[in-house]
Each structure stands twice: as structure tokens, then as C-alpha cells.
């Protein structure tokens, strides 16, 4: 059973920087794609990263510069650095993977950017 636990979210102000990490089991880490989604009050949940099991990184056009997503494949751990957050980055921020037939979400964690 696929199982995915987020940690690491919280208030920060602006500027300042949070690290999340998502633990994944049930799965052969180092052969899926792992992503961080997030969902803000009000809008649609979107992709902020994601790192293929080939390390290749995709990022979304808001976040290229300031996060960043890696792997590690013995702990079976992805993680994402975010730096120099923004109020706009204030959302639940969710590890996402894929397994044949269907997507598995995490519970998801709170970040809020405020001063």
C-alpha cells in the first residue's frame, strides 16, 4: 500500500525559508516520479515541482529560482528547499506520486507566509 507523510510546514515571513519533506513506502522510490503540488483558499491545486527517478527537475514558473526539489532513494525521502517565500506561496502543500492505475496524495501541510 502506497503511503505518502509530509512534515516540515509552518509560519515564516516573507523572505524567510521552510524545508518540507514527504517519506513514500509502498513503493519503489528510486523508480517513480515524485512531485510537490500545493492548493491556495480558493484556487485550483497546481504543480510546484517535481523530480524524475532519472533526477531530471521540473519546476513551475513562480517558484524557478527560489525551491528546490530533490530525492534521496535510500531513505525514500523527496524534499523541497523553498527560499525567499512569498505570501503568494501561502498554501497546503501536498507530495504527489503516480502508480499505475491511479495518483496517491499525502495528507498535505500548512505553509504561510505572513509578517
Known amino acids: 500500500q502506497v503511503e505518502l507523510v509530509e512534515s516540515g510546514g509552518g509560519l515564516v515571513q516573507p523572505g524567510g525559508s521552510l524545508k518540507l519533506s514527504c517519506v513514500a513506502s509502498?513503493?519503489?522510490?528510486?523508480?517513480?516520479?515524485m512531485a510537490w503540488y500545493r492548493q491556495a483558499p480558493g484556487k485550483q491545486r497546481e504543480l510546484v515541482a517535481q523530480i524524475t527517478s532519472g533526477s531530471s527537475t521540473t519546476y513551475a514558473d513562480s517558484v524557478k529560482g527560489r525551491f528546490t526539489i530533490s530525492g534521496d532513494n535510500v531513505k525514500g525521502t523527496v524534499n523541497l528547499q523553498m527560499n525567499d517565500l512569498k505570501p503568494e506561496d501561502t498554501a497546503v502543500y501536498y507530495c504527489n506520486t503516480y502508480v499505475w492505475p491511479r495518483m496517491y496524495w499525502g495528507q498535505g501541510t500548512q505553509v504561510t507566509i505572513s509578517s
Open positions: 509502498g513503493i519503489i522510490f528510486s523508480k517513480n516520479t
